[in-house]
T-cell receptor
Framework: DAEITQSPRHKITETGRQVTLACHQT?????MFWYRQDLGHGLRLIHY???????NKGEVSDGYSVSRSNTEDLPLTLESAASSQTSVYFC????????????FGPGTRLTVL | QKEVEQDPGPLSVPEGAIVSLNCTYS??????FMWYRQYSRKGPELLMY????GNKEDGRFTAQVDKSSKYISLFIRDSQPSDSATYLC????????????FGRGTSLIVHP
């Protein structure tokens, strides 16, 4: 069955370290998204991509970067982790640019000490 | 003011109750309205999807959109303990990126 996976599921790191969160989908979807979810804020969009070599900034992109070298993967990199980036991170994908269902991964719980 | 407002709850109801979950929004360009359900420590999954105004029913779930009031609702009939989850509304405008704007989510607890 097609799916979307995230790794690691849990990560503890220190302030200033570079961290990369992986997202892999097997639906062959063009669109991929990264969100963070915090109490009181709901889901906030970090970066998104409409296809290979395409990346766009979302609402809360400062301190994060993404690259899209193939259809299946959109890794999220925190260049220099900060305590404010402690959060649960969700990757999602969707089939086309028109409004339709986003399929979410299981999430990565990141703690920055 | 956020574009999409949603009361975080928690909302606690007895099994069998009718549940009403609501969101208000300020962007009149929103045309697509969605409800996602998120179980604890899981990713959200799409529950209901409607376009423009009106009602949509799927089993025990009914989604309602009132564009004149900028207000959407999700009704759950005969609520079950398995309905205990966080419900997020989401909406997007026609044209452009179509990327949805999410509400904060309402935590629902259905107790036996």
């Amino acid at each position: 069955d097609a799916e979307i996976t995230q790794s690691p599921r849990h990560k503890i790191t220190e302030t200033g370290r570079q961290v990369t969160l992986a997202c892999h989908q097997t639906w062959n979807h063009n669109n991929m998204f990264w969100y963070r979810q915090d109490l009181g804020h709901g889901l906030r969009l970090i970066h998104y991509s409409y296809g290979v070599q395409d990346t766009n900034k979302g609402e809360v992109s400062d301190g994060y970067s993404v690259s899209r070298s193939n259809t299946e993967d959109l890794p999220l990199t925190l260049e220099s982790a900060a305590s404010s980036q402690t959060s649960v991170y969700f990757c999602a994908s969707s089939e086309s640019r028109a409004p339709n269902e986003q399929f979410f991964g299981p999430g990565t719980r990141l703690t920055v000490l | 003011q956020k574009e999409v407002e949603q009361d975080p709850g928690p909302l606690s109801v007895p099994e069998g109750a009718i549940v009403s979950l609501n969101c208000t929004y300020s962007n009149s360009a929103f045309q697509y309205f969605m409800w996602y359900r998120q179980y604890s420590r899981k990713g959200p999954e799409l529950l209901m999807y409607t376009y423009s105004s009106g009602n949509k029913e799927d089993g025990r779930f009914t989604a309602q959109v009132d564009k004149s009031s900028k207000y959407i609702s999700l009704f759950i009939r005969d609520s079950q303990p398995s309905d205990s989850a966080t419900y997020l509304c989401a909406m997007s405008a026609q044209g452009g990126s179509y990327i949805p704007t999410f509400g904060r989510g309402t935590s629902l607890i259905v107790h036996p």
